[in-house]
């Protein structure tokens, strides 16, 4: 019942290089924010992008939302050994606070 | 400093046991979430509690019970736990009526059913 799912099981990159994730959402959307998982803990918000905009960043993090095709892309620049995660999209789940997720996304970085 | 704190962070229990995972939080959040994330399955939604005494079954709450009596405490029981329950289990906890608000999470329990 998740209102919105990452595109990719996993991406991989050599470090240093540009990775996006992908995500698709399948409701009208006031808000859609990424969250970062490490290995061991829990889910982190990174970046929250609202549906009047089209583009958010955050340092070396990128996020794009385009609501006409009820899409969502996160982008990292010169990724890191410590951008190695599972990344996550999700509505806030306001109003009524079912907040639920997909699958992620699992990024490495290729040795 | 604001913080879920989740106990045990490890827990092993034989099949017909009963298990209870503690979830805390200093903030005075009104809602809280559990969840539990298999690998492979992303996280899936047990149970939600809008406050004390107010809780909501999520997407998959067979199998479990929560109990909220404090703003600050929300439980996880799991009577007679079955293997199929192995998991690892997150506790989150977000004010109410923060538009956008993202929750904390905490850094979860690693429950093993033997």
């Known amino acids: 019942s998740q209102l919105a799912e990452e595109n990719s099981w996993a991406l991989s990159v050599h470090e240093g290089e540009s990775v996006t994730v992908n995500c698709s959402y399948k409701?009208?959307?006031?808000?859609l924010q990424w969250y970062r998982q490490k290995s061991g803990k829990g889910p982190a918000q990174l970046i929250l992008i609202r549906s009047n905009e089209r583009e958010k960043r955050n340092g070396r993090l990128r996020a794009t939302l385009d609501t006409s095709s009820q899409s969502s892309s996160l982008s990292i620049t010169a990724t890191r050994c410590e951008d190695t995660a599972v990344y996550f999209c999700?509505?806030?789940?306001?109003?009524?606070?079912?907040?639920?997720f997909g699958k992620g996304t699992k990024f490495s970085l290729i040795p | 400093d604001m913080k879920v704190t989740q106990m045990p962070r490890y827990l092993i229990k034989r099949m017909g046991e009963n298990v209870l995972l503690e979830c805390g939080q200093d903030m005075s959040h009104e809602t809280m979430y559990w969840y539990r994330q298999d690998p492979g399955l992303g996280l899936q939604l047990i149970y939600i509690s809008y406050d004390v005494d107010s809780n909501s079954e999520g997407d998959i709450p067979k199998g479990y019970r929560v109990s909220r009596k404090k703003r600050e405490h929300f439980s996880l029981i799991l009577d007679s736990a079955k293997t199929n329950q192995t998991s690892v289990y997150f506790c989150?906890?977000?004010?109410?009526?923060?538009?956008?608000?993202?929750?904390?999470f905490g850094e979860g329990t690693r429950l093993s059913v033997l």
């Open positions: 409701t009208s959307i006031t808000a």
């Open positions: 989150a906890s977000r004010r109410t009526g923060m538009n956008n608000q993202a929750p904390l």
């Open positions: 999700a509505p806030p789940g306001t109003g009524s606070n079912r907040l639920t």
